[in-house]
C-alpha cells in the first residue's frame, strides 16, 4: 500500500536532499506527519498542531538558544524538526543537534539547494497518493461486501471480507445478546451480556470493558428502523486502532445494518406468511384446499411430515 507521510517518507525522496541527523525516539520518524510547518517564531508552540513537522531556518536562534526551541517543539508534540540549510547557516548548529537528540526529537538537515516548498509539495504528493490509495480501498472493499451479501454470505461474510485487509478480532452481537458472527473463540454469555447492554445505552459508548477480555471498541449496526440492533466489537481499544482500520470497521458495521434490515425484512414476510396460513387452517373445511398451495409457495413441501408447535406465553 501507499506510504503514509512521515519522515522517513521525505528522507526516502532523493530530490528532497534531506540528511537524517537524530532519529528521536523509537519509531518517531516512521510516525504519520499531520502537516508541514515553517516556522522562525522563537516559540511556535502555540501554532503547532500535535504531530506537525516544523520547517526551519533558525532565525530565532538571535533570541533564544536551541535547547528553548526545541523545548517548545516538543511542549506542542511535533512530529520532528527540518534545519534548512543557507549560506549563513551551512551547517546544523552543533547545539541544536543535542537538544533534539536530548529531547527524542526526529531532526533532517535539508540542502541549501532545495527551498521549503518542494518540501511541502513533496508532501501533499504523499498524502495524495495516500488518500487515494485508501479511497480505492475502500471502493474495493464496499464492492467485496455488497457482493458477499447478495450471495447470502451474511454476518460472517462481512467480516471475511473485513479479514482481507485487516487482521482484527471481531465479534457480531445483536441487542439479544446473541452471537451473530467472529473472528475469535467464542465468547462467554456474561461476556455476551455485557455487549448486548451497552447497545441498550443512550448514547452507546465508544468502548465497552468486556469481563476478562478488556476494553472493546464498539461500532454500531441499525436495523431497517434506524434501531441498534446489533454491534460491531473489535476487542482492541479504541484509541490503538489506526484510521484505516476505524475507516473500515465502520464500512462493515454500515453493510452489517443492511445484513441485518435484509434478516429483518425476512423474518417480516415469513411472520406475514404464518399468520395467513394460520387463518386458513382456522377457517376450517372452507379453505382447507388452499393450505396445500399455500405451504408449496413458500418451498414447504405439503405431502411431506409436517408438525404444529404451539407456544403458551404467561405473565
Not at 516556522?39 to 533558525?58: A, K, M, Q
Not at 546544523?92 to 526529537?105: I, K, N, Q, R, Y
Not at 480505492?136 to 462481512?158: C, K, W, Y
Amino acid at each position: 500500500s501507499t506510504p503514509m507521510l512521515s519522515l522517513t517518507t521525505l528522507i526516502g525522496d532523493d530530490r528532497l536532499e534531506l540528511t537524517l541527523l537524530a532519529a528521536g525516539s523509537a519509531g518517531a520518524t516512521e510516525t504519520d506527519v499531520l502537516w508541514l510547518h515553517n516556522t522562525e517564531l522563537p516559540d511556535p508552540s502555540p501554532y503547532i498542531r500535535e504531530s506537525e513537522l516544523v520547517l526551519t531556518n533558525g532565525l530565532w536562534r538571535h533570541t533564544v538558544d536551541a535547547e528553548t526551541f526545541v523545548s517548545a517543539l516538543t511542549r506542542a508534540r511535533a512530529a520532528g524538526l527540518i534545519f534548512g540549510l543557507t549560506e549563513q547557516t551551512p551547517a546544523t548548529p552543533t547545539d541544536l543537534v543535542e537538544a533534539c537528540v536530548s529531547a527524542g526529537l526526529p531532526l533532517a538537515s535539508l540542502s541549501i539547494a532545495v527551498p521549503f516548498t518542494a518540501v511541502t509539495q513533496a508532501a501533499a504528493r504523499i498524502q495524495g497518493e495516500a488518500r487515494q490509495d485508501a479511497l480505492v480501498g475502500l471502493v474495493r472493499r464496499g464492492n467485496a461486501l455488497a457482493a458477499s451479501i447478495s450471495r447470502g454470505g451474511g454476518a460472517e461474510g462481512v467480516l471475511a471480507v473485513l479479514r482481507r485487509d485487516h487482521d482484527l478480532p471481531l465479534l457480531v452481537v445483536d441487542r439479544m445478546g446473541r452471537w451473530l458472527a467472529g473472528t475469535v473463540d467464542r465468547i462467554d454469555t456474561e461476556q455476551l451480556q455485557v455487549a448486548a447492554e451497552a447497545l441498550t445505552r443512550r448514547p452507546p459508548p465508544l468502548e465497552v470493558e468486556l469481563p476478562s477480555g478488556g476494553p472493546a471498541s464498539l461500532f454500531l449496526v441499525e436495523g431497517a428502523m434506524g434501531d441498534i440492533d446489533a454491534g460491531l466489537f473489535c476487542l482492541r481499544p479504541l484509541n490503538t486502532l489506526e484510521p484505516a482500520e476505524r475507516e473500515a470497521l465502520d464500512q462493515a458495521a454500515r453493510f452489517l445494518s443492511m445484513e441485518v434490515a435484509k434478516q429483518q425484512a425476512l423474518q417480516a414476510i415469513e411472520s406475514r406468511f404464518s399468520g395467513e396460513l394460520l387463518e386458513m387452517i382456522l377457517s376450517g373445511p372452507a379453505r382447507a384446499t388452499e393450505v396445500p398451495e399455500r405451504l408449496r409457495a413458500f418451498g414447504i413441501d405439503p405431502s411431506g411430515r409436517l408438525a404444529v408447535i404451539t407456544l403458551i406465553v404467561g405473565e
